[in-house]
């Protein structure tokens, strides 16, 4: 259709791992998961099968983009910081996944842009609301950048919740000391779709509150002490 978001783009699967090749690659990368870090996988009944859809998520590791990537049952685009694309095999390596960049210090016009092309193909896109890893482990206050796309592309949302990748020497927070003493397992949580409404109680939904509900649907499934600023009042 002339004029919508995915023109220029392409066929954004295109070069992209799919079919019989990402199963493959899943398999094996979850088995490596499973057996190295005790990674666990719940709700994958959640996740719709096939056209565009939102995937969110808590963002405690700078691994998290990988478990969440083979713990999902389809392939998943994601957005990332574009400094990581500079770094050799590992750029190469993500854009093979489908992972594309988004400079995070601007208003990234091309990176929404992108965004919305991925879910109107119907790709599974993944982002983290947060923008970047939170260092203690709980949630901090989101961006709206997920707000706008889900927004704009009204596609399902899926709220994902990663628990104790933190804990992983090297890849989580060293505010929290992780060790292999103090690793106990990942888990990764699929939650239950949901769409958000243009307007509510009569007046047209904003990007920021758009993101404001992704966040309490994520913060629903973590553990308490993972929610942060999302937490309930009192709880």
């Not at 398999?27 to 666990?40: K, Q």
């Not at 243009?198 to 509150?209: L, P, V």
Request: hydrophobic share 45%; aromatic share 6%; glycine share 14%.
């Amino acid at each position: 259709m002339s004029g919508t978001p995915g023109d220029g783009f392409g066929d954004l699967r295109a070069g992209t791992v799919q079919g019989g090749g990402f199963r493959l690659t899943r398999a094996v990368l979850l088995g490596l998961s499973r057996l190295l870090i005790g990674l666990r996988i719940d709700g994958l009944h959640n996740v719709p099968r096939e056209g565009g859809v939102l995937i969110v998520s808590n963002h405690v590791c700078n691994a998290d983009p990988v478990f969440v990537s083979i713990a999902c049952p389809r392939p998943t685009h994601f957005m990332a910081k574009k400094e990581l694309f500079d770094i050799p095999v590992l750029g190469w390596a993500m854009r093979k996944f489908g992972e594309f960049p988004v400079d995070r210090g601007n208003a990234d016009r091309w990176a929404i842009r992108r965004a919305l092309a991925t879910v109107e193909q119907g790709i599974a896109l993944g982002m983290f609301p947060e923008g970047t890893r939170s260092r203690s482990g709980a949630l901090k206050q989101a961006l709206p950048g997920a707000g706008l796309i889900a927004l704009r592309g009204k596609v399902p949302i899926v709220p994902v919740a990663v628990i104790g990748t933190e804990k992983l020497p090297l890849l989580g927070s060293k505010a929290l000391g992780a060790s292999w003493r103090g690793f106990r397992g990942a888990r990764i949580v699929f939650g239950e779709p949901f769409t958000i409404p243009a307007q509510i109680d009569g007046k047209r939904e904003t990007s920021d509150k758009a993101t404001e509900l992704m966040m309490q649907k994520i913060a629903a499934i973590l553990p308490e002490h993972y929610r942060g600023v999302y937490a309930e009042p009192g709880a």
